[in-house]
């Protein structure tokens, strides 16, 4: 007896192969559809075992196309398969004529058995000479089946989408749980630290104030780094609705949070006529005052000017954040929105790196795109878009 393996894959076939030819059978071996039926136009086959998910011409096609043929529509066909094992595959199968439909790895027993049972069945009925398959009605058949496989797949995908999307909000409100919680204990460590710093500076050496100095300065930076992680995570957590909102605003807002920033570096913040927008104020607020502190932040020795203006294109807004800094080598333009990546270390420019990942995360929110231009020594211009819509979130 003839078995024409079909598998793409060669160890699969060899387990196939090793298993029939301990029983006497003798193989022929197939890495897809295509394949099969062109050894089949030249060979005499008793059976087929096929897998289904394969390259060019799957299991269930080559089941297909044997079932039309004048010569093979009754050939034996049996379906060994990992991945397709929902009753929706089962009921393919069984609509483009598989003879049966197995597990891998099935047991050897089971294997063989189902082998025998096929070869018994197709010698006690040899087949009528012609196909047994009605074209349109098989046709019919398989694209019900089809569809209902699809179906079964969006359902799973939609599934697994849900689960995604859960374990997303658990690992969110997770990371704002985590942070909010770490606020207090710092808050201590900093207090105390810095009561050891007024109260004992006298009593203690040189190395001692020191090392309080550093602690006080670790604790600080821990201490903007949990802000940051915590802004970063309220931008999906604590979400609002998108409103009609004023730009002006949003700039008056952010420069007033600034104030102080701004007096320190002796710098000027101004900005062109803006329009309104449809968003969420609080984060717009947040996405304007963290470009303009990096750019009233990262200047060299001229006093800082960062200017704000926007443009319509099509049916969005191009906003720009324009300033005279240090400027920004072209390599570093995609990766500084990266969480955490920043390229000076805290002696030359103290930061966390979060603030671009926060503007990139807000800008994505509302549907817009952030980019930078710049190169080093001569400045930068972030733009950011955001398009007119209606409210619909
Ligand atoms: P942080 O400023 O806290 O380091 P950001 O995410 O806001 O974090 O910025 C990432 C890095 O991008 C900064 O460390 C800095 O090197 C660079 N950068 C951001 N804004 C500017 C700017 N306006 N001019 C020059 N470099 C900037």
């Not at 393996?5 to 196939?16: E, F, M």
């Not at 030819?21 to 099969?36: I, K, N």
């Not at 005499?44 to 998910?53: F, H, P």
């Amino acid at each position: 007896m003839n078995i024409l393996l079909v598998d793409d894959i060669a160890t699969n076939r060899k387990l196939l192969r090793v298993t029939l030819e301990a029983e006497g059978y003798s193989t022929l071996e197939a890495t897809d559809g295509v394949q099969a039926l062109q050894i089949l136009a030249r060979e005499t086959v008793d059976a087929v075992i096929s897998d289904i998910l394969m390259p060019n011409m799957d299991g269930f096609c080559l089941c297909h196309e044997i079932r039309k043929s004048e010569q093979l529509h009754a050939l034996p066909f049996i379906i060994y398969t990992s991945t397709y094992t929902s009753p929706g595959d089962m009921k393919l199968a069984e609509t483009v004529g598989a003879d049966k439909y197995l597990t891998k790895p099935a047991p050897t027993a089971t294997l063989l058995d189902a082998l025998r049972e096929v070869l018994d069945a197709q010698a006690a009925h040899p087949a009528p000479s012609a196909p047994v398959v009605e074209e349109t009605y098989m046709l019919q058949q398989y694209s019900q089946a089809l569809v209902h496989k699809l179906e079964e797949k969006n359902a799973e995908l939609a599934q697994a989408n849900q689960a995604l999307k859960r374990s997303n909000e658990e690992l969110q409100q997770f990371a704002y749980i985590a942070s909010h919680d770490l606020q207090t204990p710092l808050r201590n460590i900093s207090g105390f630290v810095q009561l050891l710093q007024s109260n004992y500076a006298e009593a203690l050496d040189a190395q001692a104030n020191d090392w309080i100095r550093r602690a006080v300065q670790s604790a600080e930076q821990m201490h903007k780094l949990i802000r940051d992680v915590l802004a970063y995570s309220r931008v999906d957590s604590q979400a609002l609705s998108f409103q009609p909102t004023s730009f002006r605003e949003v700039f008056t807002d952010a420069v007033a949070q600034l104030e102080t920033s701004i007096r320190n570096a002796g710098g000027q913040v101004t900005c062109d006529e803006l329009p309104t927008v449809t968003g969420d104020l609080p984060q717009l607020v947040e996405l304007l005052q963290n470009l303009i502190e990096n750019g009233l932040r990262y200047h060299g020795q001229e006093p800082p000017h960062v200017h704000v203006s926007a443009e319509p294109d099509g049916n969005e807004w191009v906003f720009s954040v324009r300033d005279n800094g240090i400027g920004i080598a072209p390599k570093h333009h995609e990766r500084i929105f990266e969480m955490f990546r920043r390229l000076h270390n805290q002696q030359e420019y103290p930061g966390t790196g979060i603030g671009l990942a926060v503007c990139r995360r807000v800008v994505h929110r509302h549907g817009g795109r952030i980019w930078v231009e710049s190169e080093a020594g001569h400045g930068s211009v972030f733009h950011f878009t955001i398009p007119e819509r209606t409210i619909d979130t």
